[in-house]
């Protein structure tokens, strides 16, 4: 089974690559996407990870606070996507 891991507080230059290899000390990484604002083509600080459970559990112990681009990352398990965020202004602006 895998875990979607959220990585937030990222620096605008971070990479996919980045947290790819960032992650992949801890195990196979199955996915990397970083949100990119639709209107700006700038990242919106944020994305996610998508790997195996054990591996994941790892990551997130170790990697939560750690720096990256002068950030300190926010590393947690991601939770239950919500269908009506964003249903007001705004909606779908970000495209991953």
């Known amino acids: ?3 979607i891991i959220y990585v937030g507080n990222l620096a605008p230059s971070t990479t996919n690559e980045d947290i790819r290899a960032l992650f992949e000390q801890f195990g196979s990484v199955e996915s990397v ?3 990119i604002g639709r209107c700006t083509g700038a ?8 790997m195996n459970d054990t591996s994941a559990q790892a990551a997130i112990a170790a990697l939560d606070t750690a720096l990256l681009g002068g950030r300190n990352l926010g590393v947690r398990e991601a939770g239950p996507r919500n ?12 495209r991953y």
Not at 43 to 50: E, H, I, N, R, T
Not at 83 to 94: D, E
């Open 1 to 3: 089974m895998a875990t």
């Open 33 to 35: 996407n970083i949100l």
């Open 43 to 50: 990242s919106g600080g944020f994305g996610f990870v998508k």
């Open 83 to 94: 269908r009506n965020l964003g249903a007001g202004f705004g909606r779908g602006i970000w």
